[in-house]
Every structure is written in C-alpha cells, then in structure tokens.
C-alpha cells in the first residue's frame, strides 16, 4: 500500500516512559520508571467504587461527570486551593489528568499556536501539543533548584503565543514554584493575555513545609486559567482515569464538548469511588501522605548519592532526576539501559524531559513504590561500583 499514518504521527514517538517499562518487565526487573503507585489504595475509595457497581452506576454519565464528583472536586477546590468553582458549569471530569490536559489543548489551541513551558518537561505535555499541531516553546531551566529567569521567557514571547504550561510540582524534577514565582507567572500571562493550563496533579505531594499556590487564585487568573488535577496520584489509582479540569464557563464549555467527543466520560463506579475520598477521608490522610513521600525522597535520594548517582532533590512530586554522566554510553537511554541491564532497576532517560543535549546526563527515577522496593533498589545500586 501507498497510504501512510497522519503527518502529526511523525512527532508522537512511543513514551519513553512506556518503553523502558517494558524493558523492565522483559528482563523482570524492578520499575521505577513509570509513576504507577505501588502504594495502597485507601478503603474508602476502593468501597465506595464497589458500591456504586452493586447500586448501578454502570452506564454512561454526564458528559461532564457524576454530580456527586463534580461537587466533592468543588468543594474540595474552595477548602484546598482557593478556587471557586461552579460544578454545573466549570468543572469538567475526563479520563486522568492528562485527557483532562489533552481536551484542553485541543479545544482551546489552534494549529501554529505556540505554548511556553518549562524544560525539563512532563513527556505527554510535549505530545498532546503535538496531537494539536501547537508549537512547544522550551524554557531551559538550570540545576539543581531548576531556576529560570523572568527574562527568559520574554525573549521567547511572539505574537503567535497563546498559553503557557505550568506543572507545579513538577514531573520530572519535583521543582514546587513559591508563591512570587507564580504571581510572576500570572503577571507576564496577564500582560502577554496567555491562557494558563496548569498541570497540578501531585498538589499534594509537598515536602519540607513547602505549600501549594494554584495559579487561579490570583488577581485576574480565574478567566484565563485551565486548572487540571486527578486523584490517581493522590489515591493511588492511576488505573481509573479520573482526572478534572477547572475553567471559566466559556471555556470550560469547550473543554467539556472535547471530552465528550474523545471520551464520552470516564467511568461512572471509580468516579464515585474517588468522590468518597474526597469527601470521606480526613486531613490527615493529605498531611501522612506528604510524610511518608518524603521520607520515601530522602532514603532512596541517599541511596542515589551514595552510589555516586548524583539527585536534584526534589521538593514535591514522587520523581528525582539523578546525574548519569558517569555512567557509560553517549546517551540516557544507553545509559539507562545498562543500568537497568546491571542492577535490574529501570529508570527513564533524560530525553524524554529534555529538548537538547543535556537529557543525556540524566535519568528520572518514580519512588512511588513500597518500601520493601526501595531498600531493594538502595542495595542493588550499593552493590555496583559507577
């Protein structure tokens, strides 16, 4: 035959998340490459969701989401964030986080638009741009605290630009944005008259006293902002496919129609099942939560330096990018390859993260994982000399 795939193919290659997933179960090793949560599900949620089968929640749903979600995500919003919301209007429930930030690209972003956002970067953000025929615009930011300038990103600002990415905390490099950098944010997306999508899945996920700002909560940042959230991070479900989307009526409107022409909606029992966490379990689930990751940073990040594998710490989020550079190979996935072939432990490349050269020098590690793993993974690295 002489047909061939669509042209936007050309730009989707396979997730390297994906990829070395694979590879990590062809040589049976251990993951901690993909973020699928190794942690338990809370009760709550796994009983709400069963209940909902046995009471019927078993066909389609709104094309926005059960009621009962959309008014526990809002009421969560206006307690958590700050964000007030209406259920009925701006809150959109899709499949997962990132077909939450895929209706929002392709309902919002024309082809040629371009999108600002911050390198190292979240893989899929790459690709759904992509999927849309929007233009990513990379800002580099430096190590170890991933900084970047405000000067920056007003070279790389045109006429053509229309949003800007914003993923805090960060996948891969954990970074958390203080307040002053999202009011600065907020005020060159004002200035520029940017949407904002916000990319605010690990929201939880905070260490060191650090808090959560969400973009929406500032001065003239509701109508502008997209805010895209989830709970299979939080509840450790990232099988569910339970994400959410906040926008201004307008746009949410939008939104909604995409998601209903990609998704139809996501699956009606795991929305009530994720609707009983949020209204059912206490505070103290959040502030354990937050806990437990970091101390989950803190061994496996000593575990990296003591091998010689150098970690940017993390402040949020459940991923650490570790310097590779010693390792053999002229790139991270041959670098990452001969440690998965070493130790039995699969990381991925740094350049899924990273438009240039430097990805190469880095591997981003999910300690999402028990504890038991963890040990594991510390003692497999100890036993190796890099």
Known sequence: MTRAVSRRMADLAQSEIRAMTQACVDLKGLNMAQGVCDTPVPPIVLEGAEQAIRDGYNVYTRFDGLPELRQAIATKLAQYNGIHADPEAEVTVSAGATGAFHCACAALLNPGDEVILFEPYYQYHISALAAVDAVPVVIQMQPPAWTYSLA?????????????????????????????????????????????????????????????????????????????????????????????????????????????????????????????????????????????????????????????????????????????????????????????????????PGEAFFSGNAGANYIRFSYAKTDSDLAEACRRFAQVHF
């Open 152 to 348: 920056q990103l007003e070279q790389v600002v045109t006429k053509k630009t229309k949003a800007i990415i914003v993923n805090s905390p960060g996948n891969p490099s954990g970074k958390v944005l203080s307040r002053l950098e999202v009011e600065t944010l907020a005020e060159f997306a004002c200035r520029h008259d940017l949407f904002v999508f916000t990319d605010e899945i690990y929201e939880y996920f905070l260490y060191d006293g650090r808090t959560h700002v969400s973009m929406a909560t500032l001065p003239d940042m509701a109508e502008r902002t997209i805010t895209i959230g989830g709970y299979s991070k939080t509840f450790s479900v990232t099988g569910w496919r339970i994400g959410y989307s906040v926008a201004a009526k307008p746009w949410a409107g939008a939104i909604g129609a995409m998601n209903d022409l990609l998704y139809v909606c996501a699956p009606g029992p795991l929305q009530i099942g994720v609707a009983c966490g949020i209204r059912k379990l206490p505070d103290s689930f959040y502030t354990n939560l937050a806990r437990d990751y970091q101390d989950k940073r803190n061994r496996f990040c000593s575990g990296l330096a003591s091998a010689g594998l150098t970690p940017s710490i993390p402040q949020g989020a459940y991923y650490v990018l570790a310097d590779v550079s010693r390792l053999p190979g002229n790139s991270g996935k041959a670098r990452a390859m001969y440690l998965l072939e070493r130790t039995g432990v699969a990381g991925v």
